[in-house]
């Protein structure tokens, strides 16, 4: 007999369940040995693995997949939610009353005076003035956590910047980087010098490739990159999806000449540069 054996597990909701599931992963005596070894920052590879995994499945538009990746992102969040239990700093109850906390906080618009109880009555207000509101209670937020954190919150707060997450990828922190340097004013008004400055960069990379100076080709590059980031944030495009969507095209292009080359009985590497771009219009006029 364990402790666990006197509960109804039948009887739990499913997310009850869940929990308990994880707290008996977790248990010192019969729970799982690499479950035990995890910890918060271990964890973090697999997390970003599920993000992935719910996206590629979003894009895909697999339903039946995306059920089975949310679940396992919100196994991940249960996973740390006991770390952390553990540790003593907070557990999915906590979790769960603070977002719902900043979601009615957030919406005022929705929640009169941030209060769960005045959902219903009528506000006037635009979808525009909505994002500028969001913004400013973000903004006061983080003020107050840099008030609560003490002297080493306002240390590590000297920058608008500093809480742009390092472990983003890297196209998204641009684009919240930039952002964030807009809302203080930092940013083009209009798309038009936007674009006029990811030419400019597009020639300096040029430059740099001219004079095979490998550092300044790297910087410059990198230049290109935010620039189009920016251009993508102009436009009202997500960066990270419209790079992936241009490479899900390349994939099922690349896949189609492939498969034409086996057709005629031969291979990428026997097949002359021009022939392969002559397939890969074709491919572009197949609608792939």
Avoid at 234 to 252: C, K, Q, W
Wanted: charged share 35%.
């Amino acid at each position: 007999m364990t402790a666990q054996s006197d509960k109804d597990y039948g009887a739990m909701k499913p997310i009850e369940r869940l929990v308990a599931i994880m707290q008996m992963l977790r248990d010192k005596d019969h729970g799982c040995p690499w479950d035990l070894e995890q910890t918060i920052k271990s964890l973090l590879p697999y997390t970003l693995e599920e993000v992935y995994e719910v996206a590629d499945a979003i894009e895909n538009d697999d339903l039946v997949e995306l059920e089975d990746e949310l679940g396992d992102l919100l196994f991940q969040v249960i996973f740390y939610a006991q770390i952390a239990s553990e540790q003593g700093d907070f557990d999915f109850q906590d979790i769960a009353a603070a977002i719902c906390d900043k979601l009615v906080r957030r919406h005022p618009h929705v929640f009169p005076g941030g209060e769960i109880e005045q959902f219903g009555i009528e506000q006037e207000i635009s979808a525009e003035q909505v994002v500028v509101n969001w913004e400013a209670i973000k903004e006061a937020e983080r003020e107050a956590k840099r008030k609560k954190g003490g002297r080493k919150a306002i240390r590590q707060q000297e920058s608008l910047l500093d809480d742009v997450p390092r472990a983003l990828p890297a196209i998204e922190r641009a684009r919240k980087l930039q952002k964030r340097a807009a809302q203080a004013g930092f940013d083009w008004a209009e798309i038009a010098p936007v674009l006029a400055k990811l030419k400019e960069e597009v020639q300096e990379f040029e430059e740099a490739l001219a004079s095979g100076d490998a550092d300044r080709m790297n910087d410059e590059l990198g230049d290109v990159l935010f620039a189009t980031v920016n251009l993508a944030r102009h436009g009202d495009i997500e960066p990270e999806v419209a790079l992936r969507s241009a490479n899900r095209r390349f994939e099922n292009r690349f896949q189609w000449i492939e498969g034409r080359l086996t057709e005629q009985g031969t291979s990428l590497k026997g097949t002359k540069l021009e022939e392969l771009d002559a397939l890969w219009e074709q491919a572009k006029s197949n609608g792939l």
